[in-house]
């Protein structure tokens, strides 16, 4: 009789294993995180936090710019402010802190992906003394921050590896956290040879030989549909139909962490409440039509995809901490379910 219990004990442990029940990854170290909006709201973070069921926060401090080609900028006092009295709250919750030079050009208009600074050696001594360097020790070591991300998807500054390097060694001989790197998404086609070079050029950069992890802005172009299954974008994932791509984003991200032996990160997870979010999820108003459930199965397919890999570090879902007409990222309640449920 023990013989047979024992026996029925092994095929069902098999049994689970062959259908994916049994997953042995530790989900502790695991981050599972939320940018917040550069306008959040203090109370409104706290209740996101636990809506969420997050660990991490990554929290913006504003860099102001005046335009796309400046070399010169400075840190927002007020917005330092702000951010130094959520970090204080956050702690006492045990919530890991992510602190991030948020490049505000043009007060919000445009993109830090289109900034190219016209004198790139003033550039970068005023990113380390006038915005790393005080960060450091105005904010990240006296609050005891986890994670500094030194930089954002700056595309057109991206291939200055000697700079960048000189800058991730200089914070860690300051700061004893973790120190990250947040490169922009990619594509690569068939069509368009020069995508196979860019994603390449990436794939060689030595700033994430020296990070701790890797961290991307996962806004990858998934489908060309305007409404999905989770099939439709797991697949996806794998070959993507934009455009007839075919682009393998998954093998392309795990390349990334075998080139560099680094966890991978989405520090930036992004999909509005709208149709066509997988097409660009980038873009705030992909279509006029809105659609909470297709915002849900885009997070339902990364869920699905990544969440099992260990080299997989985590997540930050953008974006949070405020709630009006115009945040389109906020998730559905159909996608705070999903976020929830994840490293579960």
Same mark, same amino acid.
């Not at 200055?160 to 922009?184: D, H, L, P, Q």
């Not at 999820?281 to 890999?309: G, L, M, T």
């Not at 559905?332 to 929830?340: C, G, N, T």
């Given at each position: 009789? =023990?013989?047979?219990?024992?026996?029925?004990?092994?095929?069902?442990?098999?049994?689970?294993?062959?259908?994916?029940?049994?997953?042995?990854?530790? =989900?502790?170290?695991?981050?599972?995180?939320?940018?917040?909006?550069?306008?959040?709201?203090?109370?409104?973070?706290?209740?996101?936090?636990?809506?969420?069921?997050?660990?991490?926060?990554?929290?913006?401090?504003?860099?102001?710019?005046?335009?796309?080609?400046?070399?010169?900028?400075?840190?927002?006092?007020?917005?330092? %402010?702000?951010?130094?009295?959520?970090?204080?709250?956050?702690?006492?919750?045990? /919530?890991?802190?992510?602190?991030?030079?948020?490049?505000? /050009?043009?007060?919000?208009?445009? %993109?830090?992906?289109?900034?190219?600074?016209?004198?790139?050696?003033?550039?970068?001594?005023?990113?380390?003394?006038?915005?790393?360097?005080?960060?450091?020790?105005?904010?990240?070591?006296?609050?005891?921050?986890?994670?500094?991300?030194?930089?954002?998807?700056?595309? =057109?500054?991206?291939?200055?590896?000697?700079?960048?390097?000189?800058?991730?060694?200089?914070?860690?001989?300051?700061?004893?956290?973790?120190?990250?790197?947040?490169? &922009?998404?990619?594509?690569? &086609?068939?069509?368009?040879?020069?995508? %196979? $070079?860019?994603?390449?050029?990436?794939?060689?950069?030595?700033?994430?030989?020296?990070?701790?992890?890797?961290?991307?802005?996962?806004?990858?172009?998934?489908?060309?549909?305007?409404?999905?299954?989770?099939?439709?974008?797991?697949? &996806?994932?794998?070959?993507?139909?934009?455009?007839?791509?075919?682009?393998?984003?998954?093998?392309?991200? #795990?390349?990334?962490?075998?080139?560099?032996?680094?966890?991978? #990160?989405?520090?930036?997870?992004?999909?509005?409440?709208?149709?066509?979010?997988? #097409?660009?999820?980038?873009?705030?108003?992909?279509? $006029?039509?809105?659609?909470?459930?297709?915002?849900?199965?885009?997070?339902?397919? %990364?869920?699905?995809?990544?969440?099992?890999?260990?080299?997989?570090?985590?997540?930050?879902?953008?974006?949070?901490?405020?709630?009006?007409? =115009?945040?389109?990222?906020?998730?559905?309640?159909?996608?705070?379910?999903?976020?929830? &449920?994840?490293?579960?």
């Amino acid at each position: 009789m =023990y013989l047979v219990m024992f026996l029925l004990i092994i095929v069902s442990f098999v049994f689970c294993i062959k259908n994916n029940t049994i997953i042995n990854i530790d =989900y502790n170290n695991k981050i599972k995180s939320a940018n917040l909006s550069t306008d959040y709201d203090i109370k409104q973070v706290i209740r996101d936090i636990e809506l969420l069921e997050l660990n991490t926060v990554n929290v913006p401090i504003i860099i102001n710019i005046e335009n796309l080609s400046s070399s010169d900028f400075y840190i927002d006092k007020e917005s330092e %402010y702000k951010a130094i009295k959520l970090i204080k709250k956050l702690k006492k919750k045990n /919530i890991k802190i992510i602190l991030e030079a948020y490049p505000w /050009i043009d007060n919000g208009n445009e %993109y830090e992906t289109k900034w190219n600074p016209s004198d790139k050696e003033h550039f970068f001594y005023n990113w380390k003394n006038n915005v790393i360097c005080k960060l450091l020790n105005e904010v990240a070591i006296p609050l005891n921050v986890d994670i500094i991300n030194i930089a954002s998807n700056l595309n =057109y500054l991206e291939h200055y590896e000697k700079e960048w390097c000189a800058i991730i060694k200089f914070v860690k001989s300051k700061f004893k956290g973790e120190v990250t790197y947040r490169t &922009s998404w990619w594509y690569t &086609s068939k069509q368009i040879q020069s995508s %196979y $070079e860019i994603y390449n050029n990436k794939l060689e950069n030595k700033i994430f030989d020296l990070v701790d992890f890797i961290s991307i802005a996962a806004y990858f172009e998934l489908s060309d549909k305007s409404i999905n299954t989770v099939d439709d974008l797991v697949n &996806s994932l794998s070959s993507s139909t934009v455009y007839n791509r075919n682009q393998n984003i998954k093998e392309e991200i #795990f390349k990334l962490h075998q080139k560099h032996k680094k966890p991978i #990160f989405f520090g930036e997870l992004g999909f509005v409440r709208r149709e066509k979010t997988s #097409f660009q999820p980038w873009n705030p108003i992909p279509s $006029e039509i809105k659609n909470n459930e297709e915002q849900a199965r885009c997070f339902e397919a %990364y869920k699905i995809v990544f969440e099992d890999k260990k080299w997989m570090k985590g997540f930050s879902i953008f974006c949070v901490g405020k709630v009006d007409e =115009y945040k389109n990222f906020y998730p559905s309640k159909e996608s705070i379910e999903v976020i929830k &449920s994840w490293y579960k």
